[in-house]
């Protein structure tokens, strides 16, 4: 049975820092592409962040580029979401998601091609 396990989140300052982790089990994980999003209450879920799966390529969406970083440990199964400079719009509960991907290293921002989703951890970004 496939886990995706998030931690990390909680309540920050606006110009904060936080770091997500994800442990993931029940798949080889150096076969799939990790991703992030996000849900805001009465939003869509938003891409965030996405890693191959050798860690080589990474994507980030608009919203949070040159703020966030990704990265990933094949030998720990985990991937982390380092976020710097957090802002009261970035209050969201915060996803993990695998990707098993066509090619070798293709990322996809879209979240309907990612098979396997955690169960969320909150981020709170108070001014």
């Known amino acids: ?4 396990v998030e931690s990390g989140g909680g309540l920050v300052q606006a110009g904060g820092s936080l770091r ?6 029940g798949l080889t ?9 996000r849900q805001a ?16 390529r990474t994507i980030y969406g608009h919203s949070v580029k040159g703020r966030i ?6 030998t720990k199964n ?11 719009e970035d209050t969201a ?7 098993r991907p066509p090619t070798y290293n293709s990322l996809t921002s879209r979240s309907g091609e990612y098979e396997y989703w955690g169960q969320g951890t909150q981020v709170t970004v108070s001014s």
């Open 20 to 25: 997500l982790s994800c442990a993931a089990s």
């Open 41 to 56: 209450p009465g939003k869509e879920r938003e891409f965030v962040t996405a890693i191959s799966r050798d860690g080589v």
């Open 93 to 99: 509960v915060y996803y993990c998601a695998a990707n």
């Open 1 to 4: 049975q496939v886990q995706l």
């Open 78 to 88: 985990t991937v982390l979401l380092q976020m710097n400079n957090l802002e009261t």
């Open 29 to 37: 994980f150096s076969t799939y592409a990790m991703g992030w999003f």
């Open 69 to 74: 970083n990704i990265s990933r440990d094949n």
